[in-house]
């Protein structure tokens, strides 16, 4: 067990050497001003999103605290969540389980999200395109054409995906939901565009966690494929092969 | 003569009509009133505002873009009017910028079943102002 993470570490260096020399040589040969990596990184805000990222998450569950719910509460005010009292229908877009194995006894606490999958269940069966993965990765309801049929809902098999029943009123400007529309997790789209990380990585990780690492799975330098190339990860649900941007350590 | 009342009275109306119409909507208390123009020139915003946005909609859910000029948060930011304690009215509440004219018109939308009809007060994540450090950002 100790071994593999210093075996993949040469590996990872060799590559992202490459990877930079390449980018060096494409940024001699290409004329002034053209280039084919940004620089910058951050998206400017008239950029369209495209597929050279795509985002994802680690969850660590070995650090994630039994009992804790930083990163649900910050979700819920992060998007207004405010709920009915209505357990079984008020939104919800993060869970926290509590995990039990059965014969050890070894127990397990994880959150639980849309898993932002590149073969995602609720995009194949929405009947008006209101499902869509954009470009980046991330799993979205466009609530202008939802119609509020919920066979997203039926098909996910994370139960990520939550129904207003209600009507809403004193919504947070950065999140517009209402009623007759399904909703999830949207990895925080709204401070993602601008650079930040999602709320719920950025509570877990003052709560003093850091179960949670949020980043590009298709940056070889970024903090999370690092990681991934460390540590052994699992997709949930694993042989329904849906791709999932969310993956678990320690399950 | 009896009709040169009526020719006054007409007149006056008619004057006060289009006094109405040339930009009487953008109310004292709003951030808009401190500006000499919308984010395009009224002209074009009183007959187009509808396709900026749609089309404004369409960037920003599907590619991400998040310019500031057609956003709707952006609208609300600027033409939301606080009443005399500080605190903002809803755009869409009665005699509001974006309501009155719509009552006047008789377009009737449901943009506001879902978003949010008051600026951020926080301003965390307007668009406007944003400069929060995030210990986790990959990118």
């Not at chain 1, 954009?134 to 979205?140: A, N």
């Not at chain 2, 956003?71 to 869409?92: P, R, T, Y």
Request: glycine content about 6%; overall charge negative.
């Amino acid at each position: 067990m100790k071994q593999a993470p210093t075996n993949a570490v040469p590996d990872k260096k060799r590559r992202s050497f490459f990877t930079q020399a390449a980018a060096g040589i494409a940024l001699l040969t290409l004329a002034p001003g053209v280039r084919l990596v940004d620089l910058a990184l951050g998206k400017k805000d008239e950029t369209a999103v495209t597929g050279t990222v795509r985002w994802g998450m680690l969850i660590d569950t070995t650090k994630c605290a039994e009992g804790c719910v930083a990163c649900v509460e910050a979700c819920d005010t992060e998007h207004g969540l405010t709920g009915f009292n209505r357990p079984k229908t008020d939104a919800q877009w993060i869970r926290k389980l509590e995990l039990e194995d059965e014969q050890t006894g070894k127990a397990h606490s994880l959150p639980m999200l849309c898993q932002h999958c590149a073969n995602p269940p609720c995009v194949d069966v929405c009947p008006t395109g209101a499902s869509f993965v954009r470009k980046d990765g991330i799993v979205l309801v466009d609530k202008h054409i939802c119609i509020g049929c919920r066979y997203c809902m039926m098909a996910c098999p994370y139960k990520a995906r939550s129904f207003i029943h209600e009507e809403l009123s004193e919504q947070k400007p950065h999140a517009p939901r209402g009623k007759g529309t399904v909703e999830s997790c949207t990895f925080c789209v709204h401070r993602v565009d601008r650079d930040h990380t999602p709320a719920c990585v950025e509570a877990c990780s003052e709560a003093g966690h850091q179960a949670m690492i949020f980043g590009d799975l298709n940056d070889n330098n970024s903090t999370l494929t690092k990681v991934l190339g460390e540590l052994a990860s699992k997709q949930v649900r694993e042989d329904l092969g849906l791709n999932t941007g969310v993956r678990y350590h320690g399950i | 003569m009896a009709i040169v009342p009526w020719l006054i009275l007409m007149t006056a109306l008619s004057l006060l009509a289009s006094v109405e119409l040339a930009g009487a909507q953008v109310l004292g208390n709003s951030r808009a009133a401190e500006l000499d123009q919308c984010v395009e020139p009224t002209e074009f915003m009183r007959r187009n505002h509808m396709e900026l946005l749609i089309h404004q909609r369409d960037e920003t859910v599907h590619r991400g873009i998040r310019t500031k000029n057609h956003s709707l948060v952006e609208c609300i930011a600027c033409h939301a009017e606080k009443d005399s304690d500080g605190q903002f009215v809803s755009i869409n509440a009665e005699g509001q910028f974006c309501q009155d004219c719509h009552v006047t018109a008789a377009v009737s939308m449901d943009c506001f079943q879902c978003h949010a009809t008051k600026p951020d007060v926080n301003a965390q994540l307007t668009g406007l102002a944003i400069a929060m450090t995030r210990p986790n950002c990959q990118r």
